[in-house]
């Protein structure tokens, strides 16, 4: 089954219409979650990203039938996840430490890397960049996460931006750092880039424009209080993806 899921998120990343639905690494609120996955289930999203928790694992692989990613910083949690039947595992997000003034940098997690890889040698495996490093290290850190067995890298960088504008202008501000990234990553690397972090419905068309395969959305969905406002957020990111296909065929 497993192997079925990866190959339809495979094709979505191929096609440059992946859009990854996330509830947060530190989030184990059940009710929460629960809330934001049935939101990417209904609103047609490819796979959700949760986080490192054996038992909400196995509450999420019941209530959707999408591909789980598992989020942590700590390898043996996502041997954790895999044995409970996440499909995938991501090292990340780290949006949430930075809150804490906790800072990832290239050689910490390049080794979290190698040691993900060891313990879960056959695992689709996921690491996002660091926004803090300058965009030179982020592609070279890149380049030797492939190396160390990365099959998928995520950028980010909403929270380096401090939009002045607001409307339209303010969104592409806000999307600035992680379209960046995405472009200059995607340029070093022969694996899928996935840009997320500080987007929204009139940017995600830019990020794959920028070379990415695909988007990842957080908190444009977690701070809404609805699971229909939920829903139709992700309605429109899918949208926004697909008209972006349209326009690639004309």
Do not use: W
């Not at 096609?15 to 809330?35: C, E, H, P, T, Y």
């Not at 794959?208 to 908190?219: C, D, F, H, K």
Request: aromatic share 2%; proline share 4%; with cysteine.
């Amino acid at each position: 089954m497993t192997m079925t899921i990866l190959a339809t998120l495979n094709a979505a990343l191929e096609q440059g219409m992946a859009l990854k639905v996330i509830s947060g690494l530190n989030n184990f609120d059940r009710d929460r979650v629960a809330a934001v996955v049935n939101a990417a289930e209904q609103g047609g999203a490819t796979f959700v990203d949760i986080a490192a928790d054996p038992d909400l694992i196995r509450m999420v692989k019941r209530l959707t039938s999408l591909p789980v990613c598992v989020s942590a910083v700590e390898p043996d949690k996502l041997v954790a996840a895999i044995a409970a039947g996440a499909d995938l595992v991501e090292i990340g997000n780290f949006d949430s430490f930075y809150a804490q003034g906790i800072r990832f940098e290239a050689a910490e997690v390049l080794a979290i890397t190698r040691e993900t890889r060891r313990l879960l040698p056959s695992a689709t495996l996921s690491v996002t960049v660091p926004h803090i490093l300058e965009l030179d290290q982020q592609v070279q850190l890149a380049e030797a996460l492939v190396k160390a067995g990365a099959d998928l890298i995520q950028t980010e960088g909403g929270t380096s931006s401090a939009p002045v504008h607001a409307g339209t202008l303010g969104l592409l501000e806000k999307a600035a750092p992680t379209l960046a990234a995405a472009y200059e990553i995607s340029r070093g690397v022969q694996v899928p880039v996935l840009c997320a972090s500080g987007l929204s419905s009139v940017t995600v068309p830019l990020a794959i424009a920028a070379g990415a395969s695909g988007v990842g959305i957080g908190s444009a969905i977690n701070k809404l209080s609805s699971e229909v406002e939920m829903i139709a957020v992700v309605r429109s990111l899918v949208e926004a993806l697909a008209v972006n296909k349209v326009r690639d065929r004309v």
